[in-house]
């Protein structure tokens, strides 16, 4: 089985442009997460969704959005980017989202490089 | 906010030798989850072990293992017999049982394994 995908896996824009990161979770698994990691940090989080709703956001402006569509794969958009926001962006996925315990499996990541 | 602190940037170990990664938190929950997860250079996140806070009996995943400190908020995980494939970041992470759409990470130590 294919692990958690994610495209593109590098990214290059300048200040002001708008980003759209993409992720394919596991086969069967309805819950992505998404997760920046801004170098030499670790993850932290920005939005989960369940069943294409919102389940928790963290600590981001509105600038950062993110949907799930029927199949379970989402999209992360990032509009007006700024210098800050070049980062690894993580996508994460596990069967449900009710289970604190459920081990989430990540993908391998995009690297979004804002000039 | 729950905060989780790595002292150690880096930390090396010879191989076949045993390591300990330490790893504090801060929170005023008494149900939570913890978590190390390790990301090699390929970038994948992968989960090593986990443990839930009402559990008194350390986790245990082959030759990784955890000393739990409740009371100290101390999260250590010891690797024994070292191998060269254990070189990586390793991040501790929190996640809040009445939370479960959070899970906060430290900013990692980077182990290096020498052979």
């Known amino acids: 089985d294919a692990g958690v995908t994610q495209s593109p896996t590098h990214l290059i824009k300048t200040r002001g442009q708008h980003v759209t990161l993409r992720c394919s979770p596991i086969s069967g698994h309805k819950s992505v997460s998404w997760y920046q990691q801004v170098l030499g940090q670790g993850p932290q989080f920005i939005f989960q969704?369940?069943?294409?709703?919102?389940?928790g956001r963290g600590n981001f402006p509105d600038r950062f959005s993110a949907r799930q569509f029927p199949n379970y794969s989402s999209e992360l958009n990032v509009n007006a980017l700024l210098l800050g926001d070049s980062a690894l962006y993580l996508c994460a996925s596990s069967p449900e989202s009710r289970g604190s315990l459920e081990t989430q499996y990540f993908g391998p990541g995009t690297r979004l490089l804002v000039l | 906010a729950q905060t989780v602190t790595q002292s150690q940037p880096e930390m090396s170990v010879q191989e076949a030798e045993t390591v300990t990664l330490s790893c504090t938190y801060d929170t005023s929950e008494s149900d939570y989850y913890l978590f190390w997860y390790k990301q090699p250079p390929s970038r994948q996140m992968i989960l090593v072990i986990r443990?839930?806070?009402?559990?008194?009996q350390n986790a245990t995943e082959n030759r990784f293992s955890v000393n739990f400190q409740k009371a100290a908020k101390s999260f250590s995980l010891k690797i024994s017999d070292s191998q060269l494939g254990d070189a990586a970041m390793y991040f501790c992470a929190y996640r809040s049982f009445y939370n479960n759409n959070d899970m906060r990470f430290g900013a990692g130590t980077r182990l290096t394994v020498k052979p």
């Open positions: 443990q839930e806070a009402y559990k008194q």
């Open positions: 969704y369940y069943e294409k709703e919102e389940r």
